[in-house]
Nanobody
């Protein structure tokens, strides 16, 4: 099993920045890829960014490309999402996800964190 814990969410003004963290524990050696998703009330969970755990390949949703950067720190078993130039439409609960098996950028993911709220004021 893998446990994921997000942190770093909060309230920020439009144009500001935040960095989210996702700390992984447990059988982290089994992780092959991780990703960030976000969700707002009444909407489906939306893919944000992907990182391949071994090769550090990355992929972004068009809506965040050029503003968000996904990265990881092997020594700390932690994934990050640096969010710059934030917009009110980025407001959501952000979730990190991980998987052992292969798949697409969008899934499937076997492990999920509890989520962290990001609120961007106009």
């Amino acid at each position: 099993q893998v446990q994921l814990v997000e942190s770093g969410g909060g309230l920020v003004q439009a144009g500001g920045s935040l960095r989210l963290s996702c700390a992984a524990s447990g059988r982290t050696f089994s992780i092959s890829a991780m990703a960030w998703f976000r969700q707002t009330p009444g909407k489906d969970r939306e893919f944000v960014a992907f990182i391949n755990w071994s090769g550090a390949g990355t992929y972004y949703a068009d809506s965040v490309k050029g503003r968000f950067t996904i990265s990881r720190d092997d020594a700390k078993n932690t994934m990050y999402l640096r969010m710059n130039a934030l917009k009110p439409e980025d407001t959501a609960v952000y979730y990190c996800a991980a998987r052992r098996l292969s798949g697409t950028y969008h899934g499937p993911y076997e492990y999920w964190g509890q989520g962290t709220q990001v609120t961007v004021s106009p």
